[in-house]
């Protein structure tokens, strides 16, 4: 089993950063892939990021590349999400996600596992 817990979300202006957390633990958890996904207000869960078990490589929905970037801390199994330049539109919950296959990114991972969400809120 993997347990992931997100934290780091809040209230933000426009223009501004946040740098989401998802600390993970289990036993196995350094052999996952590790994703974040969002989901607003009636809209359907989407991606945004994700990064390979070793931190080599990454993923980036097209509306995030250049101002979000995923990292990783293998030592201590923690995930970063470092949002710049955010905007209105990337306000969500934000979901961190560990599936044993990176090639499963952008989808949801088969047979992964979810954290319970932190929310993002960006003013105008």
């Known amino acids: 089993q993997v347990q992931l817990v997100e934290s780091g979300g809040g209230l933000v202006r426009a223009g501004g950063s946040l740098r989401l957390s998802c600390a993970a633990s289990g036993r196995t958890v350094r052999d996952y892939a590790m994703g974040w996904f969002r989901q607003a207000p009636r809209n359907e869960r989407e991606f945004v990021a994700a990064?390979?078990?070793?931190?080599?490589?990454?993923l980036y929905e097209d509306s995030v590349r250049g101002r979000f970037t995923i990292s990783r801390d293998v030592v201590n199994n923690i995930v970063y999400l470092q949002m710049n330049s955010l905007k209105p539109e990337d306000a969500a919950v934000y979901y961190c996600?560990?599936?044993?296959?990176?090639?499963?990114?952008?989808?949801?991972?088969?047979?992964?596992?979810w954290g319970q969400g932190t929310q993002v809120t960006v003013s105008s």
């Open positions: 990064i390979a078990w070793d931190g080599g490589h990454t």
């Open positions: 996600s560990a599936g044993f296959y990176y090639s499963d990114y952008p989808n949801p991972p088969s047979g992964g596992y």
